[in-house]
């Protein structure tokens, strides 16, 4: 079934640095296929993609945090000696268990609390920028200045974390993304599994801790809703969730602010236009979640049979969904690798997926979104990317933002 014409390599750094091109041609040619490298079925039309998320019953989500290198025995062992305990409780779970703990986790997670957040965004991203105007000279890279950590900062005011462990955690998102998403070899998944453990240990000492002196914080909050009764969330299950929203709730908005930082600085005249126009800026962050999403697939395992865009797929096939394409189906987005703020239909995206594993962030995706842009348009309204630079991407099949980006001004 694989077209040797088509060699599909997502862990390859021309396909990294501009994946659409090798969207397009799937699109036309091989909408599904499997690809006997990565063992999977790779789906790239919008209407395919839909299905997919839409059936939990035939797409189960078990194997979305599987490893592609097989975990292998040295590794198993790393994690036994440090704990690691993380359960299935979201992205990777499917009936019963993620229908109760998506509906308390849900339920914490109130707009209430993400509304609070908002007077503290605003500071934050105040406070962020300030320094960058102050600069001598008039470039920086905005990665390492303002989206790298912010967003980290950001759940980490949700979750009631210490933001001195900032640092820690972001340096091992990358080592949980490249374990879980890209292709480590054997030697390096050990090393990788020693970071997740160190990260591990972290969610669970937090969560004992909010245990002993519950605050207010969402962390807090799951405990008390709790009330000791592990038939509504266990303490497995809530060090799970911190540890899952850990990576979820920055590693994507750092990954989504710097795409769409790019996407905008491509041409100043869309930076200007935010500037002169703060208004647009909703409008164009649902056309940059659309246009270069930092959530480019998700998997899924089949649990009967099915047909998916003409091919038969077994009960227990593996299933690469990939989202970007999905933004980028000429079928369903006219001119899709256009960037259009008055498109009135960027919403369709599939950015924040679909159905019951619906991204529980997406509020707060698109207030701090809305918030960060609104501020850098408004103190840096003349800014533009600086020439002759290449950008790097972490080698994996889900997270995409460049991870260095300079702009001048
Ligand atoms: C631009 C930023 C973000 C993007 C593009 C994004 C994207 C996604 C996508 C595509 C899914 C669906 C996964 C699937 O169907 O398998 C998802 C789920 C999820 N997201 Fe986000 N996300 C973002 C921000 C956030 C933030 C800020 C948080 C936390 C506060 C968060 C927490 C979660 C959680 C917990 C799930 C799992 C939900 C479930 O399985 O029921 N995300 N996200």
């Known amino acids: 079934m694989t077209c040797p014409m088509h060699a599909f390599d997502p862990f390859d750094k021309g396909y990294l640095a501009d994946p659409y091109a090798v969207y397009a041609r799937l699109h036309a040619d091989q909408p599904v296929f499997f690809s006997e490298e990565l063992g999977y079925w790779v789906v790239s039309r919008y209407d395919d993609i839909k299905q997919v998320l839409r ?79 102050a600069l001598p000279v008039r470039e920086v890279d905005i990665v390492q200045a303002l989206t790298y950590a912010l967003p980290a900062e950001v759940i980490f005011l949700l979750i009631g974390m210490d933001a001195d462990d900032v640092p820690a955690i972001k340096a091992g998102s990358e080592s949980r993304v490249v374990f879980t998403w890209g292709k480590p070899t054997a030697e390096q998944q050990v090393a990788l599994a020693h970071d997740m453990v160190d990260f591990w240990q972290r969610a669970a000492a937090f969560v004992s801790k909010r245990v002993e002196e519950p605050r207010d914080d969402y962390t807090s909050d799951l405990i008390r809703l709790r009330n000791g009764d592990d038939a509504v969330l266990s303490l497995g299950e809530i060090t799970s969730v911190v540890f899952g929203l850990l990576l979820a709730g920055h590693e994507t908005t750092t990954g989504f602010l710097t795409n769409a930082i790019v996407q905008l600085l491509r041409d100043p ?65 006219v001119e899709p690798d256009f960037y259009d703020p008055t498109r009135s239909d960027a919403r369709d995206h599939l950015s924040f997926g679909y159905g019951t594993h619906y991204c529980i962030g997406a509020p707060l995706a698109r207030l701090e979104a809305q918030i960060v842009l609104r501020q850098l348009v408004q103190a840096l309204p003349t800014a533009h990317g600086a020439p002759d630079q290449t950008m790097e991407y972490l080698p994996n099949t889900s997270f995409r933002g460049a991870r260095s980006v300079r702009i001048r001004w």
């Open 55 to 133: 059936d939990a019953q035939s797409y189960a989500s078990r194997n979305a945090t599987d490893p592609f290198t097989p975990v292998s025995a040295e590794t198993a062992a790393v994690f036994r000696a440090g704990g690691y305990a993380m359960q299935r409780v979201l992205l990777n779970a499917d009936a019963p268990v993620h229908p109760r703990v998506r509906r308390n986790v849900a339920a914490a997670f109130t707009p209430q609390r993400v509304a609070q957040l908002a007077p503290r965004i605003e500071a934050l991203v105040a406070r962020t920028i300030a320094p960058i105007i």
């Open 269 to 333: 005249a869309r930076w200007q236009a935010l500037a002169a126009d703060p208004t647009g800026i909703p409008a164009a962050i649902e056309e940059l979640l659309r246009l270069d999403t930092s959530v480019m697939a998700m998997r899924r395992v089949t649990t009967v049979d099915v047909t998916l865009g003409g091919q038969h797929i077994a009960a227990g096939s593996n299933i690469l969904a990939l989202i970007g394409a999905a933004n980028h189906d000429p079928a369903h987005f």
